[in-house]
């Protein structure tokens, strides 16, 4: 039973987004940044406990990404709807997912044993994005400063990283397993 606490917990995550999203466009706005905060979190837990309890599986290497994915981009549609967000970071940011996700689909149907590691300027991608959606999710007033620039500037540096590591992918090429 130990074995699946991590993918519990990479799934968890994955639901959150709904309910972030969900929170931000009701009254309970403010909610959703707590909320996100936590989920956010559990993507450094699910790996600590994945290596901790030795309970790797190899559904996490598809459920860790894809969690990953519903949280974020239920948060900038809503971010977007709400208008939090600028629409071309939330549109290009989901499109950008959206095609991983097609090529991942693609790789599923062929029955490929094609893989991508993730790269340090994936890992970074990610950390910017995490925070941009932090910060833009807070929305609120804190020492005079503009937060809706600071998540918007944050965001577009994790789309710039997105095309840095698409380019490092581009050239490396995939693995084989």
Known sequence: MVRHVPNAITIARGCCGPLVAWLLLGPLAHAAFWVFMAAITTDLLDGWAARRLGAFHP????LDPLADKVLTDTS???????GFAPPWLCITMVSRDAIILGV??????TGSRTRWSPTPVG???VA???VALCVLLFHGP????HWPT????????SLALSFV???QYAMNGPESS
């Open 59 to 62: 559904a996490g290497l598809w």
């Open 128 to 130: 910017f994005e995490g």
């Open 104 to 109: 991942w689909a693609w790789i599923l149907a």
């Open 76 to 82: 900038w549609i809503a971010l977007g709807w709400v």
């Open 123 to 125: 890992q970074t991608m």
């Open 150 to 157: 600071v998540g918007t500037t944050l965001g577009g540096i």
């Open 165 to 167: 590591s698409l380019l």
């Open 142 to 145: 804190w020492l005079d400063v």
